[in-house]
């Protein structure tokens, strides 16, 4: 088994930054990729970014590219996700995910590709 806790969310204003964090724990060494997803009041949940262990390749929405960047230490036990230049439409609770088995054939923004998931973390961004 994997937990997952994530941190760092809270209120800011439209055009500012923050950076969340997932800690994992439990059999780490089992995760093969890592993704983030949010879900706004009465929406469902949806990716956000991806990001494989191996080889380092990177996945994003369109619409946060070149505003978040998802990283993460070596050692499979932190998961970052760096927000910036944030939008009201950014709004949402931010889930943390991670992904157990190969990556193959890695579908990355599909939630059905991953195994463990945090309790979220609450992002508002203000006009």
């Not at 960047?69 to 009201?88: C, F, H, W």
């Amino acid at each position: 088994q994997v937990q997952l806790v994530e941190s760092g969310g809270g209120l800011v204003q439209a055009g500012g930054s923050l950076r969340l964090s997932c800690a994992a724990s439990g059999r780490t060494f089992s995760t093969t990729a890592m993704g983030w997803f949010r879900q706004a009041p009465g929406k469902e949940r949806e990716f956000v970014a991806a990001a494989k262990w191996s080889g380092g390749n990177t996945y994003y929405v369109d619409s946060v590219k070149g505003r978040f960047t998802i990283s993460g230490d070596n050692g499979k036990s932190t998961v970052y996700l760096q927000m910036s230049s944030l939008k009201p439409e950014d709004t949402a609770v931010y889930y943390c995910a991670a992904k157990r088995g190969p990556v193959t054939l890695f579908r990355p923004s599909s939630r059905y590709e991953y195994d463990y998931w945090g309790q979220g973390t609450q992002v508002t961004v203000s006009p």
